[in-house]
């Protein structure tokens, strides 16, 4: 998932979202980019009830990596 959080999901796109999570979960890996911190995904959710369901199955056996500094992007 790319970008995750940069729009609030729907009823449907969170249980999508679940759904996938629960098939992959201890099956298969899964890649999430987000410039959110994990704290504010409750808010993209917009369903704490959801939003706990699919981060247990992703938060708890994760590899995180937090880059820091100025973005590649930049122009010379």
């Given at each position: 998932?790319?970008?995750?959080?940069?729009?609030?999901?729907?009823?449907?796109?969170?249980?999508?979202?679940?759904?996938?999570?629960?098939?992959?979960?201890?099956?298969?890996?899964?890649?999430?980019?987000?410039?959110?911190?994990?704290?504010?995904?409750?808010?993209?959710?917009?369903?704490?009830?959801?939003?706990?369901?699919v981060l247990d199955r992703?938060?708890?056996?994760s590899h995180?990596?937090?880059?820091?500094?100025?973005?590649?992007?930049?122009?010379?």
């Amino acid at each position: 998932l790319d970008d995750f959080g940069l729009v609030h999901l729907d009823q449907q796109q969170r249980l999508d979202l679940m759904e996938i999570m629960e098939d992959r979960h201890a099956k298969a890996s899964t890649i999430i980019a987000s410039q959110l911190p994990v704290a504010n995904w409750y808010d993209v959710f917009g369903d704490d009830t959801i939003a706990d369901a699919v981060l247990d199955r992703v938060v708890h056996s994760s590899h995180r990596i937090e880059l820091k500094g100025e973005s590649m992007r930049k122009k010379k």
